[in-house]
Nanobody, 126 residues
Framework: QAQLVESGGGLVQTGGSLRLSCAAS????????MAWFRQGPGKEREFVAA????????YYPDSVKGRFTISRDNAKNTVYLQMNSLKPEDTAVYYC???????????????????WGQGTQVTVSS
């Protein structure tokens, strides 16, 4: 059974940084596109970042572009999200997600992802 486990969340002040990690197991995740989504209190789930299986292509919404960076280490089956210049509106539960090689991939579309982690809480204080 494939699993994704997020870590690295926590409480940080406005302007601070955090690095989230997503460790994958039980599948050939080096072949999967990966992404981060988030859901803030009372909000819909929101796309945050995505990366192709080889790391060559990355995608971000305008709300995080220039502040967040997604990367991956296929040797470690791990995807990272470096978050800088954090703002209170970044407060959310952050979820890691994995596509599969047999599915069409639309980076910002949550329906493109088959595997999901349990999430890690990020809280940015003002």
């Amino acid at each position: 059974q494939a699993q994704l486990v997020e870590s690295g969340g926590g409480l940080v002040q406005t302007g601070g940084s955090l690095r989230l990690s997503c460790a994958a197991s039980g599948g050939t995740f080096s072949h999967y596109a990966m992404a981060w989504f988030r859901q803030g209190p009372g909000k819909e789930r929101e796309f945050v970042a995505a990366i192709s299986w080889d790391g060559d292509d990355t995608y971000y919404p305008d709300s995080v572009k220039g502040r967040f960076t997604i990367s991956r280490d296929n040797a470690k089956n791990t995807v990272y999200l470096q978050m800088n210049s954090l703002k209170p509106e970044d407060t959310a539960v952050y979820y890691c997600a994995a596509n599969t090689p047999h599915s069409a991939w639309y980076p910002s579309n949550a329906d493109s992802y088959y595997y999901w982690g349990q999430g890690t809480q990020v809280t940015v204080s003002s």
